[in-house]
Nanobody, 123 residues
């Protein structure tokens, strides 16, 4: 089982990035998925989650109205569109597969984790 996150990079404040997370080794179409991030010296925090069908999404207050999570089950891939990026969004972003069909804000509710992709937002 592998989760390959990509799309990170360096962007100026106000810019946009689109992260992708492709799953391989098994299908995750019946499981919720989540994005988390961890900044240097800080704990890993929930960013966004999506249900197995994509019909339900949830976001941390800090990214609401700026980030959008989506999924393409045919490609076994989830995405995180990040707009209006701020320096405080700088972190390593991780995708994860939930233990159930719905996402959760708690890391303990996830089984599999990707390796992370670094997002750096300059001011």
């Amino acid at each position: 089982v592998q989760l390959q996150a990509s799309g990170g990079g360096l962007v100026q404040a106000g810019g946009s990035l689109r992260l992708s997370c492709a799953a391989s080794g098994r299908t995750f179409v019946t499981y919720g998925m989540g994005w988390f991030r961890q900044a240097p010296g800080k704990q890993r925090e929930f960013v966004a989650g999506i249900s197995w069908s994509g019909g339900s999404t949830s976001y941390a207050d800090s990214v609401k109205d700026r980030f959008t999570m989506s999924r393409d089950n045919a490609k076994n891939t989830v995405y995180l569109q990040m707009n209006s990026l701020k320096p405080e969004d700088t972190a390593v972003y991780y995708c994860a597969v939930a233990k159930t069909s719905y996402a959760s804000s708690s890391p303990s509710r996830y089984d599999y984790w990707g390796q992370g992709t670094l997002v750096t937002v300059s001011s």
